[in-house]
């Protein structure tokens, strides 16, 4: 069979009629008969394109409502039978089957009518059968058909014809490898959607898809190779945000601005969340984003160069100016006025994302991890704990100021990699310790940390001296308690749950600290 193949029969029934009439014009001025359906056929017929019914051309009517018009051998035959094979030939001229040359098919919008939030019938309704069925069939005989499933492909085929006289095999091969990737992530999305209604959160299978939005020039690293992949959810963060200006985002910007706009979304009053390398550097949260800004950066004035800020409510110029005084790597946020923008605008290389809207904190969803040979899934971490679902422990209980605040670092403590120590006071932290090996050189380095933040400001007592601290799970000795307590803290929240509670309690009451439990651990590794 030769590598060039003529297009003389195209089927074309498409949900998605975007570039359809300029196609359907291109095909019948180079006199390729077309066989179509119910609203495409409709719509080329009213721009004057000639259209056969496929009901025409196979002598069988559409029955069940239109749930069976395709479902033919008629179709399937002039898809799915070797031109290469003589006798597949004569099998298809004794059943009268004439042979289709292209299909282009997109199917039924199922993932727009579940995002809409449409009825389990009207969700039913909208599971294509016969176009994922062609789409198959023509992606498996693509030696001699062509399948075109997104209407991009209508101006790429259309070049390819005018240029060559017919498709090449190498464009066919790579239709067809879309082809297959589009049906598997339309079952994937009926198959996730049913889970849903079944209220299974772990299926014995589990199939998910990702559309490529970005290839990236790179991963983590330069030697390593990287693509963004969006999923079509509608959870506001960095798949979903609009980049007003700047560089293309890279790997690791990705993946830090998505640490830092979840952070960020904790918190129900004006907040300014910086983060470096995925974890944050600074939380702060005011009546006011300046404000909320100025006491973040105080935690570390340091790290936040490169790095990114994610705010919870719309930016304004005052916050724009103090932000783009330092070079940030991104800026995230629901949206930022006009002011705000033409200051970022002086930024050429700041990367500058609005999302609309800000995530649900509270609502688990779905994350995964690969590992060799499979992946880990579980739901996100949307654990909180309240005032009144904690424990006191110790001789002293918490003033209602160390309880704010004991509340805000466990808070910020869950987006710390763990082992984490976060140190807070009056709704910012004050230090933090990250990625450590064992609690008590998490404990050691915030504390160091603070030390030299209070430094930097020209204060004459580190941060952390009278703040709280927090610590993502429980202290297994009473050394890294003791390192807060010498640093000034004055409160502490853990989870609690060690055998040696007892001695971390004691060295507590010891320090005159008060301590809480909340039962809830936020390991972040």
């Known amino acids: 069979m030769s590598d060039l193949l003529p297009i003389r029969r195209a089927l074309i029934s498409v949900s998605d009629k975007t570039g359809l009439l300029d196609f359907g014009r291109f095909l019948a001025a180079k006199g390729v008969e077309i066989l179509s359906t119910g609203g495409t056929a409709k719509a080329l017929r009213d721009a004057g394109v000639p259209v056969k019914d496929v009901s025409d051309h196979t002598g069988f009517p559409e029955i069940l409502d239109g749930r069976v018009k395709t479902l033919v051998p008629q179709v399937h035959g002039g ?33 727009a009518t579940v995002a809409k939030g449409a009825g389990f019938d009207d969700c039913i309704e909208n599971i294509d059968i016969g176009g994922p069925a062609m789409i198959r069939s023509a992606a498996k005989n693509h030696a001699g058909v062509a399948v075109l499933t997104e209407p991009a492909h209508f101006a790429e085929i259309q070049a390819e014809i005018e240029a060559q006289g017919g498709t090449t095999l190498a464009t066919r091969r790579r239709l067809a490898a879309a082809a297959y990737a589009r049906t598997a992530a339309y079952d994937a999305a009926i198959s996730g959607w049913f889970t849903r209604q079944e209220k299974q959160d772990f299926p014995p299978r589990l199939a998910f898809a990702g559309v490529l939005r970005q290839s990236l020039r790179y991963g983590e690293n330069p030697h390593q190779q990287a693509a963004f992949y969006v999923d079509g959810s509608a959870r506001p963060g960095v798949a979903t945000a609009t980049q007003v200006q700047g560089k293309e985002l890279s790997y690791n910007n990705i993946n830090d601005t998505d640490a830092a706009y979840e952070c960020v979304a904790e918190f129900d009053r004006p907040a300014i969340v910086i983060v470096k390398h995925a974890n944050p550097c ?11 800004w100025d006491r973040a950066f105080l935690c570390d004035p340091v790290s936040p160069f490169g790095g ?9 110029a005052a916050a724009a100016e103090k932000i783009a005084a330092i070079f940030t790597e991104v800026v995230i946020a629901p949206d930022a006025d006009e002011a705000a923008r033409a200051i970022f605008a002086k930024k050429k290389n700041l990367r500058l994302l609005l999302t609309g809207g800000l995530p649900d904190a ?24 309240s005032a009144g679902t904690l424990k006191v422990v110790t001789q002293r209980a918490p003033t209602d100021q160390e309880m704010a605040d004991l509340l805000f670092a466990f808070r910020v403590c869950k987006h710390v990699k763990s082992n984490a120590i976060v140190y807070a006071k009056g709704g910012a ?36 001296e009278g703040s709280v601290v927090a ?3 429980f202290f297994p000795f009473a050394d890294g308690l003791e390192i807060a307590a010498s640093a000034g803290a004055t409160a502490v929240i853990q989870p609690g749950g060690s055998i040696r509670d007892a001695e971390v309690i004691a060295a507590a009451d010891k320090a005159g600290l008060a301590m809480v439990f909340t039962g809830m651990r936020h390991f972040r590794h």
């Open 79 to 111: 898809i799915l039978g070797r031109r290469d094979l003589p006798e597949h030939l004569a099998q298809m001229d004794k059943h009268g089957i004439a042979p289709i040359d292209l299909v282009a098919v997109n199917l039924y919008p199922f993932e």
């Open 282 to 292: 600074g939380v702060a949260v005011a009546d006011d984003l300046i404000t909320a």
């Open 429 to 464: 932290t004050t230090g933090i310790g990250a990625g450590q090996m064992n609690r008590a050189e998490s404990s050691r380095i915030a504390a160091w940390k603070s030390d030299a933040a209070a430094k930097a400001a020209g204060l004459d007592r580190p941060l952390a």
């Open 308 to 316: 990114i800020v994610a705010a919870n409510r719309v930016l304004d």
């Open 362 to 385: 509270t609502s688990p969803g779905t994350t995964f991890k690969s590992v060799s040979g499979g992946f880990l899934a579980q739901s996100r971490d949307a654990g909180q704990v």
């Open 471 to 473: 610590s993502d799970a």
